[in-house]
């Protein structure tokens, strides 16, 4: 031991340094404790960051299944919104006009435009609407909630198309009002 320093200890071969932790308890402290992080840290760091990016990428990004079900949840919900709103005040029918990217609830007691892009109806950014059996791109209601028209005629239909190609048809039956759901494509 040297007595200058009492934490340097010198054999013949090499110089050491002993740092002293809790009393009675000391290390050596040589040059491998400073060299950094082992192979074995750095590999399993970067397993742990990779599996928690893959997890938590694809929640961020819109699926067209995802966007699908939202944008046609919302229709569904405000189509029975507009169907409520006729019933309650007949003498001032509510009615949905469309547009390629979303729609807008005329004649309701809270008027309602929803678009799907960003600045919309973001969950369902990208959905594209393409009608069938609709007059003048608007659905009208009568006083039973049913589409205003031939009841047997054929049902308006709303394609809503993801960014993916993915299909969901909603269909208005024209009698009752009641909405069905069907999927097109993969």
């Given at each position: 031991?040297?007595?200058?320093?009492?934490?340097?200890?010198?054999?013949?071969?090499?110089t050491e340094v002993i740092t002293l932790h809790a009393p009675g308890v000391a290390r050596r402290v040589g040059a491998r404790a400073c060299r950094g992080f082992t192979f074995?840290?750095?590999?399993?760091?970067c397993v742990i960051v990779t599996s928690i990016a893959a997890l938590a990428i694809p929640?961020?990004?819109?699926t067209g299944h995802g966007a699908l079900c939202a944008a046609a949840d919302r229709l569904s919900s405000d189509i029975g919104y507009a169907q409520a709103c006729t019933i309650?005040?007949?003498t001032n029918p509510a009615r949905i006009q469309f547009t390629d990217t979303g729609y807008t609830l005329v004649n309701v007691d809270t008027p309602v435009s929803v678009?799907?892009?960003?600045?919309?109806?973001?969950?369902a950014r990208g959905v594209t609407l393409q009608l069938a059996n609709v007059c003048e791109?608007?659905?009208r209601f009568n006083h039973y909630g049913a589409v205003e028209g031939?009841?047997?005629?054929?049902?308006?239909?709303?394609?809503?198309t993801a960014i993916d190609g993915r299909q969901l048809e909603l269909r208005i039956h024209p009698?009752?009002?009641?909405?069905?759901r069907n999927w097109i494509g993969p």
């Open positions: 031991m040297n007595v200058n320093c009492p934490n340097v200890v010198t054999t013949s071969s090499r074995v840290e750095l590999v399993l760091v929640y961020f990004m819109p309650a005040d007949p678009t799907f892009t960003q600045a919309g109806f973001s969950e791109n608007e659905v031939d009841p047997v005629g054929p049902a308006p239909t709303i394609a809503l009698s009752t009002g009641a909405i069905s």
